[in-house]
């Protein structure tokens, strides 16, 4: 979809969800007025919404208008301050095993774990990563500090997967809280997983990651 803001400029979003667009072709569209849904639609590996901005027919960044090079900075044409993260975490979770990366693009549940399973496996779902970049695990159990380590980014990717796991070495996993942290040049974007909802005591049967509530700092 299209809108032709006059002037020479057009916006298009792509990828929106199947039958939920809620505009026609030639009607007017007023500011903040909705136009439809984020889907995974066309060739979309995950569901996002694909912006385009153009003026007199030429592509140009939002964030940086007239920018010689692409990640230079330069004039912003919001009319509201949006900030930029160039990378950061789409999902985590956990599992017996590394999950599938089809399954994860898929959107598979992949987010609880047996108190039992011989094995934990704490998985990320990262977009946008950067050669250099660097992903820290802190998993936090009943009795104190389970699992903390950071792994080094070698490659630059669009979408990946990152995890680390331990076998089970006890009656079970008493985990409570789990940090993701992905760091660029010193600055964290991370999620927290709670195991709250299963009580975080020895005598839950399922240990389940939620994670809504993302850290205020961004790249």
């Known amino acids: 979809m299209a809108i032709d803001h006059a ?3 057009q916006t298009q979003y792509c990828h929106l969800r199947k ?3 809620l505009v026609q072709p030639g009607q007017s569209v007023a500011l903040g007025q909705p136009l439809g849904l984020i889907g995974q639609s066309g060739m979309a590996e995950f569901p996002h919404m694909h912006l385009s901005v153009r003026h ?11 920018a010689p090079r ?3 900075r330069a004039d912003e044409i919001w009319a509201q301050n949006i900030p930029y993260a160039a990378g950061g975490i789409l999902q985590v979770g956990f599992a017996d095993r590394v999950p599938e990366f089809d399954g994860v693009k898929a959107g598979m549940s992949l987010d609880s774990l047996p108190q039992q399973a011989p094995g934990l496996v704490a998985w990320a779902y990262l977009y946008g ?3 250099g970049d660097e992903i820290r ?3 936090t159990g009943i009795v104190g500090e389970f699992l903390s380590e950071t792994l080094a980014l070698e490659r630059t990717q669009a979408l990946s997967i990152r995890a680390l796991g331990r ?3 006890g009656d079970g996993w008493p985990l409570k809280r789990f940090q993701l942290l992905l760091n660029r040049q010193g600055f964290p974007r991370g999620l927290v997983c709670d195991s709250s909802c299963s009580g975080g005591s020895r005598d839950a049967q399922t240990l389940v990651c939620r994670y809504s509530r993302p850290l205020p700092e961004a790249f």
């Open 7 to 9: 002037e020479g400029w």
């Open 19 to 21: 039958g939920s667009v």
């Open 56 to 66: 007199n027919g030429v592509e140009v960044d939002p964030f940086a208008i007239g």
């Open 70 to 72: 692409c990640g230079e």
């Open 129 to 131: 990563t950067r050669a």
């Open 137 to 139: 695990f802190e998993i």
């Open 167 to 169: 076998k089970l070495r």
